[in-house]
């Protein structure tokens, strides 16, 4: 069964990079379909998936997030990373690291918080001077 752990500063100052880093074990990043993504929950507020990156090293990003939103991945770790630019104290949430169970055919199936299975525990990010 695939294991994700989050890890990176739980504190970042408004208009820095939040920088958060996902560890998978027990699959590879790099096998056929499957794709990596964050999805974060502001507090007293629902999920919002906000990229994923695919086996192939592919990226989607939330049309709301994208202009700040970067993913990107090291093989020879089997580690995917989120990098948000610009915070603000609005960026304050959980951030998870998600993967599906099963591979996903289309990019719309990646695109969606229902098409994740397996996740991180979490980890808070406030955005705070």
């Known amino acids: 069964q695939v294991q994700l752990q989050e890890s990176g500063p739980g504190l970042v100052t408004p208009s820095q990079t939040l920088s958060l880093t996902c560890t998978v074990s027990?699959?590879?990043?790099?096998?056929?379909?499957?794709?990596w993504g964050w999805i974060r929950q502001p507090p007293g507020k629902g999920l919002e998936w906000m990229g994923v990156i695919t086996y192939s090293g592919n990226t989607y990003y939330s049309p709301s997030l994208k202009s700040r939103t970067s993913i990107s991945r090291d093989t020879s770790k089997n580690q995917f990373s989120l990098q948000l630019t610009s915070v603000t104290p609005e960026d304050t949430a959980v951030y998870y690291c998600a993967a599906p169970s099963v591979p996903l055919a289309t990019v719309q199936a990646m695109c969606v918080i229902q098409g994740y299975d397996y996740w991180g525990q979490g980890t808070q990010v406030t955005v705070s001077s």
């Open positions: 027990g699959g590879s990043i790099t096998t056929a379909y499957y794709a």
